[in-house]
C-alpha cells in the first residue's frame, strides 16, 4: 500500500489535490515549467468520495492530438490514496493499459499492469515535482 500513499502525497507537494485529498482546480488546470511539454489535468468525475482526474503530456502529430503519456488516476480521501486506472501512451507503437475492466458483469483487476502503472506514476510525479511544474493562472 506504500505506493498509493506516496502518490497521494505527491500529488499534494505538486498541487494537484490538497492535504485532504480534494482536488485543488475546477474543470481543467494546466502546469507549466520551461523546457517540458505542458501538464494538463482535467476533472472527469467524483463519485463516493473519490475523485478521478487525467494527467497527460500532450504533442500535435499531424494535427492529431497525441499522449505522452496520459493517466487516469483515482484519488481516494479518506484513505489519503491514490491509485493508476489507465495509461496511454500515442506515437511509435500505442500502448493503452487499463487496470480494472468490466467483463460479464464483473470487475476484473489485472495485477501486473496495476504494479507497473502505479510504479510508473509515483516515479512520473517525482519528476514532475523536481521539473519544478507550477500552476499556469
Known amino acids: 500500500m506504500v505506493v498509493y500513499e506516496t ?3 505527491r500529488l499534494v507537494k505538486i498541487g494537484i489535490i490538497d ?3 480534494r482536488v485543488q482546480f ?3 488546470l494546466k502546469l507549466k515549467s520551461d523546457g517540458f511539454m505542458d501538464l494538463n489535468l482535467d476533472m472527469l468525475y467524483e463519485e ?7 494527467m497527460a503530456h500532450n504533442y500535435i502529430q499531424n494535427g492529431d ?4 503519456p496520459d493517466m487516469e488516476i483515482r484519488i481516494i480521501p479518506s484513505m489519503k490514496m491514490a491509485e493508476a486506472l489507465s495509461f496511454r501512451q500515442d506515437g511509435g507503437i ?3 493499459q ?3 475492466e468490466e467483463v460479464d458483469g464483473k470487475t476484473m483487476v489485472y495485477p501486473r499492469i496495476k504494479k507497473e502503472l502505479n510504479t510508473f506514476l509515483s516515479g512520473w510525479l517525482l519528476n514532475i515535482k523536481n521539473q519544478g511544474f507550477k500552476h499556469h493562472i
Do not use: L
Not at 492530438?65 to 505522452?68: L, N, Q, S
Open 65 to 68: 492530438v497525441m499522449a505522452d
Open 26 to 28: 475546477g474543470e481543467a
Open 98 to 100: 487499463h487496470v480494472y
Open 7 to 9: 502518490i497521494f502525497k
Open 94 to 96: 500505442p500502448i493503452n
Open 19 to 21: 492535504s485532504e485529498g
Open 48 to 54: 463516493d468520495g473519490k475523485y478521478t482526474i487525467a
